[in-house]
Structure formats: structure tokens, C-alpha cells
């Protein structure tokens, strides 16, 4: 399995207490089935984001776990205006693997308007945002059609593995489970932060998504299109999601990149 969100790193936000925690946490992954761990420090007003010293400290980690799993650089970027700015002079510090694929990350509490604009307004041509956790997101919670409304717009969506195991409590994992059968996830994820309350496993997601929607599907959420976005690949054709209306244009996400 892939795992394209987690949190190892230590010093950089409120992932990793220490560097045995990220050892522990890397090995843990590996004893699970994972083959690939994306580490993806915050980008938010609570957590700057420096991609020399990430680099470094995947560099540190890499040294002392090896190749089991594989280590590569992303970042679980908060959506604002400050840090879109900060996007349009670097994107390829914040993506991940270096690859067109972003993890975006919403306002707890509302969408404001103006991040409906940046959306809409700054072309994204070159950029795959990927919506990070929207099942524990308040906002998706009140509105869970606005998963429609991004999805129909070019956005992928990663649910958390713990939320769709329950433990991030019952709406989460009912709106974990909706969504799945309805077409709208991508990707599950661990975002792993520690080696007890949050660890990077996965396995038992699989085994769930086994039993609901079908080996095809776990395959599809957790090691195919996982690995697309590593590798900087096309998604393969998606399930068209139920009861989705195609738009009469595709949003053109943030122009300011140029088609390759």
C-alpha cells in the first residue's frame, strides 16, 4: 500500500514528538503492508513550512530506516490567500513527490468566499488538488454535497483510514462509507501523527474496503491511484460518481503554472 499523507517529521509540526517516534512510526508502516510513506509536514498559520529543513529531516530518516518504506517530500497544505502566494513562486516545494498532485486542506469552520474565488479565478491548469480529510471537516459534515461540488469541479478527495474505521467517531465514518459508495473518494490515507492514537496503518482499511465495495475498489483507493500521484501519473479512469452532473466547463485551477 501507498500511503500519501502522514505526518513522521519531528520539529516541523504537531506530527513526530522526537526522532525515535519517526523511526517507529516509518517501521510501523513498513510491518503494515506500506511500501511508500509521503511525509507531508502542515503548511498553516499555525505551522510555517521551510522545504530546505523538511528535505533535511527526510534526508535524517531516510539514513536510519532505509528503503522500507520509501520516503518522499509533499506538505498537507492549508488553503489560504498568504500560502497561495507562496504556491505561485514554488509550486513543486509543496506537491507531492514534486509531481502536479497538492493536498489541500480547508477552513475548519466555513469556506469564505474568497477561496471560492482563488479557486475559481486563478487557473489550476497544472495543479490536482487533492481534498485532505473533508469526513472530519465541520463544514463537509453540514454540507456533505460540497464534496460534489469541489469532485465535479477537478478535485480528488482522501478520506482518513481512522475515520473510516470509526475512530474518529460515528458521522465521520458514516460519511467515510457514504462517499465511498458514491464515487467520491480517491484516496485513503492515514495521516498518521504518532504510534498509538494516530499510527500510519492501513491494512485494516483495506480489509474494509474489501468487504464493502470489493477488492477492485481497495486496490483502486489504496495502492493504485496512490501510486499515480507519487509517480506524477494520470489518474486511470475513475467510477463516474452517483447522481453526479457533469458541469458545462471544468474549472481551469490556478493559470499560473503552465501546461507541460
Known sequence: MIDIHSHPLTGVDDGAKDFDTSVEMCRI??????????????YSYSYPFNPEVNRAKLGELKAAVGNSPQLLLGCDFHLSFDNVRELVKNPRAYTINATAYLLVEFPDHFIPEQIERVLFDVQMDSLIPILTHPERNPVFRRRPQLLYHWVARG??????????????????????????????????????????????????????????????????????????????????????????????????WLSFLQRR
Open 29 to 42: 508502516a513498513a510491518a503494515d503492508g506500506v511500501t511508500h510513506l509521503v511525509a507531508t509536514p502542515h
Open 155 to 252: 478535485c480528488l478527495a482522501q478520506v482518513t483510514a481512522k475515520s473510516f474505521l470509526g475512530g474518529f467517531g460515528s458521522e465521520a465514518e458514516r460519511l467515510s462509507v457514504e462517499w465511498l459508495q458514491m464515487n467520491l473518494v480517491h484516496f485513503l490515507a492515514s495521516d498518521a501523527h504518532d504510534t498509538h492514537y494516530r499510527p500510519p496503518i492501513l491494512s485494516q482499511c483495506y480489509q474494509k474496503v474489501v468487504q464493502i465495495s470489493g477488492p477492485e475498489t481497495a486496490e483502486r483507493l489504496l495502492r493504485t491511484n496512490p501510486r499515480a500521484v507519487i509517480e506524477g501519473h494520470d489518474l486511470a479512469p475513475q467510477p463516474e460518481p452517483v447522481g453526479y452532473t457533469k458541469p458545462k466547463r471544468k474549472w481551469r
